[in-house]
């Protein structure tokens, strides 16, 4: 049994909180200097410029990448040979709020969502899986609801075409259109239950950006760009950097399939302890 | 780059097109949701309003906390469309321009039009790059509401293009 204390995992999350938030990912820039390079459309090209000036920006003078410095998400893997002393959750949450009030990140976190009332920083959203093995991943997704707001979720009939798939996942981000922050990084989650497509949908943006990916990626990703929403929704060629999916088995009565929308500024940042 | 000024000349208004790009400079105030149910509540109750809408421009921007030392954080835009159910009410009341992304609803548009108002889009996701233009911001209204507070804004040449221009067309067509 390995022993990591509560305070390590505070003074990591506190990190990872600073990181995401002040550091786009090499992937992405890699995905937002390639989409700049390959832009034919001038306006699209200026904006993708603005991007990635935005990011130098944010890097160095340590301002958010974007105000909205989101819900925090945290993903934890969390070894079955690992002993946390104290409080796993507690002590995330207390990270998050510190690397938060440090990086003067926003106060987006109300904590009744129908009475409202004053914003925080906290709850963060905590997913826990237990992993083989003695190590503790953590890591830190700061989710915008710009993007948020355009997920949705459809259980499709078992004998669904593919063809129908497809054109939810594309008509998803058409209805996202310029609002969700375009070039998008587009997360699915097919299979599993409900929630659990949900999840997978938002676990697909930690994934990196490879230029890769499997065929039906790869021919989503070609018939959004297709689509010429372009970033700001002012056209072009780059509608999404990505397309990533994550499956799962599921039910012989259905096939849920979900889909997550990041903007541009796909923000995340890991560890392991 | 075309340079405009605040408060904006109506007859300067009138001419731009959906497309334009040009570069604001002068007074412009941080609206948001809360912000706008609140206003939305008062003119309706006949209150007096914390901000004189009559010529103003408006700009649906939450910003992060301000860091030491800076004039104000990241301030990009927030999506427009959640202002809509509010914004002919505010337009009524002589509000003049609006900064945001996004599409605006039709009847938005026709608002619009009917009051000669514009509504123009900044680069999203942008909030860092933004705070540069940004030379004086201060809480003016709703301090409450914390990230969602009234703020008001002296912006040097902030960069923007017409989306929605005063005879009711969209940078983003019919729909």
Redesign the interface.
Same mark, same amino acid.
């Given at each position: 049994m390995r022993r990591i204390s509560a305070l390590k995992i505070k003074t990591a999350a506190t990190e990872l909180a600073r990181q995401a938030n002040f550091f786009l990912r090499k992937d992405v820039l890699a995905g937002l200097r390639k989409a700049y390079s390959g832009e034919k459309n001038k306006r699209a090209k200026n904006?993708l410029k603005?991007?990635l000036?935005?990011?130098a =920006?944010?890097a160095k003078?340590?301002?958010? =990448?974007?105000?909205?410095?989101g819900m925090p998400c945290v993903f934890v893997e969390l070894g079955q040979e690992v002993r946390v002393e104290g409080d796993l959750k507690k002590a995330i949450n207390s990270g998050i709020e510190d690397g938060y009030a440090k990086g003067?990140?926003?106060?987006?976190i109300i904590k009744d969502p129908l009475s409202?009332g004053?914003?925080g920083y906290l709850p963060a959203l905590i997913h826990v899986d237990i992993v083989p093995g003695n190590k503790l991943k953590l890591t830190v997704l700061p989710k915008g609801f710009?993007c948020e707001?355009k997920a949705q979720l459809k259980m499709f009939n078992p004998t669904v075409k593919i063809e129908d798939i497809k054109k939810f996942i594309i008509d998803v981000v058409k209805t996202a259109?310029?609002?969700?922050?375009p070039p998008y990084v587009v997360g699915v989650g097919i299979g599993g239950t409900a929630d659990y497509a949900a999840f997978l949908a938002k676990k697909a943006l930690l994934r990196k950006i490879s230029g890769k990916g499997s065929q039906l990626e790869r021919e989503l990703l070609k018939q959004i760009n297709k689509t010429g929403i372009g970033p700001?929704?002012?056209g072009g060629a780059n509608t999404a950097l990505a397309v990533h999916i994550e499956s799962y088995p599921t039910h012989i009565a259905g096939l849920p399939v979900s889909v997550n929308i990041s903007?541009?500024?796909l923000r995340s940042a890991s560890v392991v302890l | 780059m075309k340079k405009i000024n605040t408060p904006l000349d109506l007859n300067k208004i009138k001419s731009l097109k959906a497309g334009e790009e040009l570069l604001l400079s002068g007074t412009i105030y941080t609206v948001r949701d809360q912000a706008h149910k609140r206003l939305a509540e008062a003119i309706k109750k006949g209150a007096r309003l914390p901000i004189e809408l009559k010529g103003a421009v408006i700009y649906y921007c939450g910003p992060t906390q301000r860091p030491k030392g800076k004039i104000i954080g990241s301030c990009g835009p927030t999506t427009s469309l959640r202002m809509d159910a509010f914004t002919p009410l505010l337009l009524a009341k002589g509000l003049r321009a609006m900064i945001g992304k996004g599409k605006r609803g039709q009847e938005v548009k026709e608002a619009i039009r009917k009051y000669k108002s514009i509504y123009f889009v900044t680069y999203a996701g942008c909030g860092a790059l933004l705070a540069g233009y940004v030379k004086k911001a201060q809480t003016v209204a709703y301090g409450d509401l914390g990230p969602e507070a009234i703020l008001k804004l002296e912006v040097k040449d902030f960069p923007l293009i017409v989306a929605v221009d005063p005879k009711g067309r969209s940078i983003y067509g019919k729909d």
């Open positions: 904006i603005a991007i000036d935005n990011a =920006i944010a003078e340590k301002l958010a =990448i974007c105000q909205d410095t003067y990140f926003r106060r987006s409202r004053s914003s710009g707001n259109g310029p609002d969700a922050c700001m929704g002012l903007c541009h500024a | -």
